[in-house]
């Protein structure tokens, strides 16, 4: 499986900007799709996922409230809504593949898009 994550870009704090990350292949056997984001000189950090085949969805405490993950099993697509975005969430964000259940455990994702660069300005 392939990922492509793609609408990143610069924008001013209280902005909105969607990300999408489509699969190259059927998600059969995938348990949940992510995201996570790094910035400069920080470690890789979850940001939300959601279950592909139940739907559930968990955020990080910090986007709770302002970033919204969706998926869409037919076009092997996860999203995420980002709105009222602040300069502190400046990251590259990465979206990922995950067949297990541990889903806020970055190691234990099985596939990773090349990452999205997101920008805000203040």
């Known amino acids: 499986v392939q990922l492509q994550a793609s609408g990143g870009g610069l924008v001013q704090a209280g902005g909105s900007l969607r990300l999408s990350c489509a699969a190259s292949a059927q998600t059969f056997g995938i348990y949940a799709m992510g995201w996570f984001r790094q910035a400069p000189g920080k470690e890789r950090e979850f940001v939300a996922v959601?279950?592909?085949?139940?739907?559930?969805?968990y955020y990080a405490d910090s986007v709770k409230g302002r970033f919204t993950i969706s998926g869409d099993n037919a076009k092997n697509t996860v999203y995420l809504q980002m709105n009222s975005l602040k300069p502190e969430d400046t990251a590259v964000y990465y979206c990922?593949?995950?067949?297990?259940?541990?889903?806020?455990?970055?190691?234990?994702?099985?596939?990773w898009g090349q990452g999205t660069q997101v920008t805000v300005s203040s």
């Open positions: 959601i279950s592909w085949n139940g739907g559930s969805t």
């Open positions: 990922a593949a995950n067949k297990t259940p541990f889903i806020y455990t970055l190691g234990t994702y099985n596939y």
